[in-house]
């Protein structure tokens, strides 16, 4: 391979575009779960709600596409298809919220079956609704912002996305002030940290951490249909690719904050982009000098764990979490 093309400046601007791009959906999801872990529930089931939200979001964007409502959905088959995502998201953090909030059972455990079940329902609904396996949906275009969209290299890089891009970063500013500029947030935060101190000063515990679980849930369903809709434009099998994984471990690498929770999806985005455009320079034959495709596919992969022993320390992790509640009665 020609290393002289790796440092071209187009070659660079591109890397960092795409990379933007790829880690969307996994900045979706660990925004999501630091939602969810700042009540003090452990939710390490989110490729499981992944894949459900991004079997949800195709189907639904593919039969407001092609159904008797194309018409009337036109350009919006898209979005509604982002919103059913978020829907079946919510409806997974409802099963994790009756297993482990109000059964009281193994969060751990709890996350399996959810990973399990989301895989399982979505491959066998796939297959009973879809007699093609190559079914299509049209997704979003780039949308350039105007005039900012000019300005050399980074115009490029940061204002020619298409809106899932731009929604994802009004999110992670949305969720840091959810977290931590309003009441709820604060509810959300003091049952994660203390929920018998939490208890005392009139919080509904287990309220908040249906609620906490459900909206975190519903962003994680929203990256899968992000992926599927948007990104991919298709599903299969196995399409997350363990991405909802890598979220759990963003989360410790984020140290449980929305600011931080973007760089390391931005780092996970940025060798996913570089895997994909080096298998390209690269040559297909192997020889002494190739290196394997199999390296480069799991080059985001070890960053990303590498991240994580870097933010090894769980001192900044919620007081409470992974701890069932139950309430003292006198």
């Known amino acids: 391979m020609n290393w002289d093309q790796v440092f071209e400046w187009g070659f660079l601007i591109a890397l960092a575009t795409a990379g933007i791009r790829l880690a969307v959906p996994v900045l979706l999801a660990v925004l999501g779960e630091v939602i969810t872990e700042r009540s003090g529930v452990l939710n390490l089931g989110l490729d499981g709600v992944m894949v ?3 079997l949800a979001g195709f189907a639904a964007a593919y ?6 409502l194309a018409e009337a959905a036109g350009a919006w088959s898209a979005w509604l298809g982002l919103g059913a995502g978020v829907l079946a998201g919510m409806g997974m953090g409802l099963v994790m919220g009756v297993l482990t909030i109000s059964l009281r059972s193994d969060q751990v455990i709890s996350s399996v079956t959810l990973v399990v079940l989301g895989h399982g329902l979505a491959n066998y609904f796939y297959q009973q609704t879809f007699s093609s396996l190559t079914a299509r949906v049209t997704g979003l275009g780039p949308v350039p912002i105007p005039l900012l969209s000019r300005i050399p290299v980074l115009g490029e890089i940061l204002f020619d996305h298409n809106p899932s891009v731009y929604l994802t970063a009004v999110l992670v500013y949305l969720t840091w002030f959810f977290l931590f500029r309003t009441t709820w947030g604060l509810k959300i935060r003091s049952v994660g940290e203390n929920p018998a101190a939490a208890t005392s000063s009139g919080v509904n515990v287990e309220l908040v951490r249906y609620a906490a679980t459900m909206i975190g849930s519903g962003l994680v369903g929203l990256g899968g249909a992000v ?4 990104q991919l434009r298709l599903f299969r099998e196995g399409i997350t690719a363990g991405r909802g994984w890598i979220a759990v471990a963003l989360v410790v690498f ?3 904050q929305p600011g931080l929770a973007l760089v390391g999806a931005l780092l996970f985005g940025l060798a996913d982009a570089l895997q994909y455009r080096i298998q390209a320079l690269w040559p297909t034959e192997r020889g002494s000098g190739a290196i394997p495709y199999e390296f480069l596919l799991m080059l985001p992969y070890v960053l990303t764990l590498l ?21 003292e009665t006198r």
Do not use: C, S
Request: cysteine-free; hydrophobic content about 45%; glycine content about 10%.
């Open 52 to 54: 459900i939200g991004g």
């Open 63 to 68: 039969f407001f596409e092609n159904g008797p």
């Open 227 to 230: 992926l599927t809709v948007v």
């Open 254 to 256: 984020a140290r449980w």
């Open 307 to 327: 991240a994580l022993f870097y933010r090894k320390e769980r001192q900044d992790a919620p007081a409470a979490l992974g701890k069932p509640y139950v309430k």
